[in-house]
């Protein structure tokens, strides 16, 4: 009798739709090239169905969690989506996959990596060019974040990215190339591993999780009768004179500000200098209690509790930490 070879069971991955350009639609006249889209269009069954032969990779289940374009991300998204994987993965569930806008992808992927515990691989994935333009790179992407989220050498890396054939780590990862198919890049660090026809290689070890200082996940996460805490962004620069910081103190003790103002991420110059005007004012807020955190202008942090991190993603984390009751 001939035996067939045998074939491992396929994985089950869930994958997530979100909307951005990767669900994005060009009118007609645009339709080649990508021109004048609108983001967050297709449904997540629509996207699987231009990738042929994902099926064989793993096992899907769909789900729409929203349809957005994701410069108009609200952080409760993070939220949902951290209960969909935690759902998924008390079913029993495999890898996760979720489709995201490229604008906002490296807060949603870091927010998620605060907010999830070790487990099956949790994968965003996006696109720079819509669906339908020529060359586009939507069911690609797509296809090798599944891949990558069927992968059990994917797990316990924290929360990945793949986009442009690279597997990046949500903390590392930003869109530093806004202009070009190869937007994502992770800084001087680079990407954590590679996916091609050759399969998934890792080049180097995630970034630490749990570094000195940072919350265990379980105590970032958040409940649902909790409030986001204002945490604003600043920049210091030729002429900064911290009229901007005064105007939100000022708005904040006067209770004009809701929610009043908790901290403040300031854009430094070089590696994280601030002018002295602006100085007198920062102080002026740290003696009022709002939180001062000073992050490079270009990159990142390089040293501390927040070390590796955009000033983006710092401000994540000041509105995980400071997310209360109010
Ligand atoms: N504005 C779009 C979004 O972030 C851009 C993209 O997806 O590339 O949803």
């Keep these: 009798m ?10 089950t991955v869930l994958v997530l739709g979100t909307g951005g350009t990767i669900a994005g639609v060009a009118p007609a006249a645009g339709a080649a090239t990508g021109a004048g889209y609108t983001a967050g269009v297709l449904g ?21 969690l929203c349809n957005i374009d994701s410069k108009d991300a609200q952080p409760d998204l993070w939220l949902r989506l951290a209960e ?22 490296e807060e949603t992927a870091y927010a998620l990596d605060c907010l999830l515990g ?11 060019l819509p669906a339908g333009a020529l060359s586009a790179d939507g ?21 990945l990215c793949v986009l442009h054939g690279r597997v990046h780590a949500a903390r590392d990862v930003s869109k530093e ?30 970034p630490a999780a749990a570094v ?20 604003e962004l600043v920049c210091s620069h030729a002429g900064a004179d911290g ?19 908790h901290a403040l991420v300031v854009l430094g110059t070089g590696g994280g200098t601030v002018h002295r005007e602006l100085q007198i004012a920062l102080d002026e807020a740290a003696a009022g209690g709002v939180l001062v955190q000073v992050v490079p202008r270009h990159g990142c942090c390089q040293r501390g509790a927040y070390d590796g991190l955009n000033a983006v993603k710092v401000r994540v984390r000041l509105l995980l930490q400071g997310r209360r009751r109010i």
């Design 212 to 231: 000195a200082g940072e919350p265990a996940k379980s105590a970032l996460h958040v409940d649902a009768a909790a409030h986001w805490p204002r945490v």
């Design 139 to 159: 069911p690609r992407n797509l296809f090798d974040a599944v891949r990558v989220a069927a992968d059990a050498s994917a797990a316990g890396r924290g929360v």
């Design 243 to 261: 009229a901007l910081v005064r105007v939100l103190l000022h708005a904040s003790r006067q209770g004009l500000l809701q929610p009043p103002l």
């Design 2 to 11: 001939r035996q067939e070879p045998f074939s491992p069971p396929l994985a």
């Design 84 to 105: 969909a994987v935690e759902d998924w993965r008390a079913q029993g569930g495999g890898g996760c996959v979720i489709t995201h806008g490229s604008d906002t992808l």
């Design 177 to 206: 190339r806004p202009a070009q198919i190869d937007a994502f890049g992770s800084g001087e660090r680079g990407p954590l591993g590679w996916i091609d026809a050759g399969g998934l290689r890792w080049t180097r070890e995630p």
């Design 118 to 128: 070790p487990g099956a691989p949790v994968v965003l994935t996006a696109a720079m």
């Design 44 to 64: 997540v069954e629509q996207l699987l169905a231009a990738a042929p032969g994902v099926e064989a990779v793993a096992r899907l289940q769909l789900r729409q």
